[in-house]
């Protein structure tokens, strides 16, 4: 059986030892960049391999760019292929935070063809409730050859999240807390606000009081809900800068609303040009 979307904590305890699954710690704080490394060298998943948002799952800050630009597709599949990662490899991505790290990881794969990855429903606190396996050494690795196919459909850049703007057949979500969306706090970015005609939808509402994802059904309610009669591929999702927006778009695709895309410069890249238009409050 293939996870394409989320795996839960009894059936990856089951395949710790199977070759043919690796697990992925994505463990990071956007105030500290060292933060996820240094919980990962005290205590990790057994098995786990680290992958720094930084330094793995996104290219170099440019001018025109938001803190997180996608990743160089052919230096990531090098990289998988020596963390192990076959073509045919189940992977498994988490982190602390809810999955709102690893969800860009598990967005990332999709984006260069791979489709056997799943976040572990709950992620590491759960594990740790549970008092499953965890360990400091760092594992074994058999090297793969990981050859990608980049599906560029799956994001769009900011010129189409403008043209959509006067696009009654096309809604744009915005992951950001509540706060950030309004513009009444900015912890990260040099300008508050949001997207004008963008719908908040922190990616919070995506879960139980538990931490764990709502039901397929749950959430297949709530986002039919929002869609207004949309289709979902219809749906751009954006946060920040393309990390948590992921969040949202995994949720669809457990509810079997497929399609939906990723505006993966989001609100930090939006805001380096000063001619895009800004908007604050609900």
């Known amino acids: 059986m293939l996870y394409t979307t989320l795996v839960s904590t009894d059936t990856l305890a089951r395949h ?24 990962y060298d005290k205590a990790h998943i057994l098995g786990a391999r680290y992958v720094h948002l930084d330094n793995d799952l996104s290219s170099p800050i440019t001018e025109g760019s938001g803190r997180h630009p996608l990743p160089d597709p052919e230096l990531l599949s090098k990289k998988l292929g020596q963390w192990g990662v076959g073509n045919q490899t189940q992977v498994v991505v988490y982190d602390d935070a809810f999955g709102a790290m690893a969800s860009r990881m598990w967005w990332l794969l999709r984006w260069l063809g791979h489709g056997n990855v799943a976040l572990l429903d709950g992620v590491y606190p759960k594990w ?39 696009d009654n ?8 807390s ?17 997207v004008p005609g963008a719908v908040n939808l922190p990616y919070e509402d995506n879960l139980n009081l538990g931490g764990d994802f709502l039901s397929p059904d749950e959430l297949r309610q709530e986002y039919i809900a929002r869609l207004g009669g949309l289709a979902p591929e219809k749906v751009i999702h954006m946060c920040g800068s393309g990390v948590t927006a992921c969040h949202n778009i995994l949720a669809m695709e457990h509810a079997g609303l497929t399609g939906a ?3 993966a410069g989001s609100w930090s890249e939006w805001i380096t040009n000063s001619a895009r238009p800004v908007a604050t409050g609900e």
């Open 16 to 39: 710790l030892d199977d070759p043919d699954w690796v697990v992925f710690d994505c463990r990071f704080t956007l105030t500290n960049p060292d933060a996820g490394q240094s919980a």
């Open 128 to 166: 740790l409730r549970e008092k499953r396996p965890v360990t400091a050494d760092k594992p074994s690795i058999v090297t793969a050859k990981f050859d990608y196919s980049l599906h560029d459909e799956l994001w769009v850049d900011a010129h189409t999240v403008q043209q959509a703007l006067n």
């Open 169 to 176: 057949n096309t809604v744009l979500f915005d992951a950001r």
């Open 178 to 194: 509540e706060e950030r969306f309004s513009g009444e706090v900015e912890p990260l970015d040099t300008v508050a606000g949001h």
């Open 261 to 263: 895309k990723l505006y």
